[in-house]
Every structure is written in structure tokens, then in C-alpha cells.
Nanobody
């Protein structure tokens, strides 16, 4: 069992920055991947960034590439999402996710989400 708690969401004007945090607890030794997803009202949930917890490799969606950075603090079992040059289209609920079984198609643990609102 892995528990995920997100923090750092809020309201920011276009062009501003936010840093989201996701603290993992429980059986954290079994984590292979962690990722950030986002979902706007009436829209599907899409992956934003992914981190291989053990190897450190990263993946970014085209829509955020060059603006967002995913990083980790191994000692704190925490993953971060630094969001710069925010746009109104980035407005969504952001979810932290963990995958403990590499062969799974979908992530099997999720946080409750944190709201990010970008005003124009």
C-alpha cells in the first residue's frame, strides 16, 4: 500500500509559477514510477510528466515541455512539479500517481488532487 498526498496548488496569474509536491508513504520501496496527471472539468485525465523513481529518467507531455520540470527527493520520498510560465490552459486539478507494478498499463495509486487555477 502506498499513500500519496499532494500540496502546493493555488491561484496564480498567467506567466507565474507554482511548485507542486507529492509525499509518498507506506510501501514506498515498491514504487517504480511516479507521475503527475491533470484533469479539467469535462475533460479527460492526461499525463503531464513521469519520473522513473529508480533510474531518474523523465517524460513530459508536449503541452508542458520546456515549462514544467518533474524532480524528486529520495530521502523524503517526495516528487515535485515545478510549473513556470503558466497559461490559463494549465488550469486543472493535478493528481500525483504511483505505479508499483511496472507491467501495469495504468497507475495503481493516486492522490486526492490539488487545484491549480491560472487567470488571464
Amino acid at each position: 500500500q502506498v499513500q500519496l498526498v499532494e500540496s502546493g496548488g493555488g491561484l496564480v496569474q498567467a506567466g507565474g509559477s507554482l511548485r507542486l509536491s507529492c509525499a509518498a508513504s507506506g510501501r514506498t520501496f515498491s514504487t517504480y514510477y511516479m507521475a503527475w496527471f491533470r484533469q479539467a472539468p469535462g475533460k479527460e485525465r492526461d499525463i503531464v510528466a513521469q519520473l522513473n523513481w529508480r533510474g531518474g529518467s523523465t517524460y513530459y507531455a508536449d503541452s508542458v515541455k520546456g515549462r514544467f520540470t518533474i524532480s524528486r527527493d529520495n530521502a523524503k520520498n517526495t516528487v515535485y512539479l515545478q510549473m513556470n510560465s503558466l497559461k490559463p490552459e494549465d488550469t486543472a486539478t493535478y493528481y500525483c500517481a504511483a505505479k508499483t507494478i511496472p507491467a501495469l498499463s495504468n497507475y495503481n495509486y493516486w492522490g486526492q488532487g490539488t487545484q491549480v487555477t491560472v487567470s488571464s
